[in-house]
């Protein structure tokens, strides 16, 4: 029997669809593994093993803030010519070292499991150790550009640590506190500012017109002056309370308005006195707030506290001739202060 010849005809169809499929599925094939490539990448960029351990964060954070702190401290009395350190204290006995160090870890830890962004650190900064450096300033003799200085230092020394530890500590890898979501506009944040301000502006001058020279002549021992206090006006201090009024409105108001509803905030809204029990009663009494109010309130509070236990230490351990009782009148005028302003910028953001 002959050979059956294959067509040539036939096996050209067959190696033309063979191709016509190759070449189908090529693009298929490309895109498939564009994917995978994109899926590799995306994981390689959110692999947590460039965060820091949980352990190490905070001990870092503390380390830079007291190396920057010293570093700092040079610096000031090479460009001051020792301005500063003549006016203030040195490091004496063990035991101030040890309340120091300590107040400086509190502040710090406050801030680091608080939550807190680097510039809201630094306004914290600025509430706790304005006080001190504006009565160097005032009536110590300190110049405006020492005081300045001095100032400056101190806030780098918790915003930069924060700057560059934080984004190796939290999932979305900032340093700020979801800007794009807090971000107030800007006249609101002028207005709060200017709030802030005004407030600082009043407690201070009528402090320094009518409280403060008693107190300051009777605990303050060896002070140069008394002669800005009693010339003090509110274009004098318009300067320094700026500052301040920026720093409360960054501390207390940004995160205050930018706080949404949450759940418990329904449970307040349902809250029956009738039939609720005299534990709830209670409770709701004394923190039945919203999850806003809350915060401007804890906000206010931290505020206080840590105005006037940073001013406390800073005049009896850091200054010379200032007697505790003295120390803790001085540090109550900047606690109503800021209490005022959060008080005020509570109103303002208030639902």
């Given amino acids: 029997m002959a050979p059956t010849k294959r067509s040539t005809r036939s096996d050209a169809t067959i190696t033309s669809d063979t191709h ?12 498939s593994v ?12 959110s692999v947590p093993g460039r965060k820091l351990p949980c352990a190490a964060q905070f001990p870092l954070t503390a380390a830079l803030s007291f190396a920057l702190s010293g570093l700092g401290s040079v610096v000031m009395s090479q460009v001051s010519r020792g301005e500063l350190q003549s006016l203030t204290r040195g490091w004496g006995s063990w035991q101030e070292v040890a309340v120091l160090t300590s107040w400086r870890l509190a502040e710090l830890a406050l801030a680091w499991y608080g939550k807190l962004d680097c510039l809201e650190a630094a306004s914290m900064n600025v509430l706790a150790h304005g006080p001190v450096i504006f009565l160097l300033s005032a009536f110590y003799g300190l110049s405006s550009t020492s005081a300045i200085l001095a100032l400056v230092i101190d806030v780098l020394s918790i915003a930069v640590p924060f700057y560059l530890v934080l984004p190796l500590s939290r999932a979305d890898g900032s340093a700020l506190r979801n800007s794009n979501r807090e971000m107030l506009d800007m006249p609101m944040q002028i207005l709060t500012s200017l709030l802030s301000t005004g407030i600082y502006t009043v407690t201070l001058v009528l402090s320094l017109r009518f409280l403060l020279p008693r ?6 021992h060896g002070l140069p002056t008394l002669e800005p206090a009693y010339s003090a006006s509110y274009m004098d201090v318009l300067p320094v309370t700026l500052v301040f009024g920026l720093a409360a409105s960054k501390f207390i108001f940004a995160p205050f308005a930018t706080t949404g509803k949450a759940k418990e905030d329904a449970k307040i809204e349902e809250f029956d006195p009738v039939n609720a029990s005299l534990g709830q009663t209670v409770e709701w009494n004394f923190w039945g707030y919203t999850a806003k109010t809350k915060v401007v309130i804890r906000r206010t509070i931290g505020a206080a506290l840590l105005t006037g236990l940073g001013t406390f230490v800073g005049c009896s351990y850091r200054m010379h001739g200032v007697e505790a009782a003295g120390a803790a009148a001085y540090a109550s005028v900047w606690v109503a202060s800021v209490v005022l302003a959060g008080v005020g910028l509570g109103f303002v953001g208030g639902e």
């Fill in 20 to 31: 016509e499929q190759t070449l189908a599925e090529t693009p298929q094939t490309s895109l």
């Fill in 34 to 45: 564009a994917g995978k490539m994109d899926e590799v990448a995306q994981g390689a960029t």
């Fill in 215 to 220: 107190i300051l002549v009777l605990y303050f």
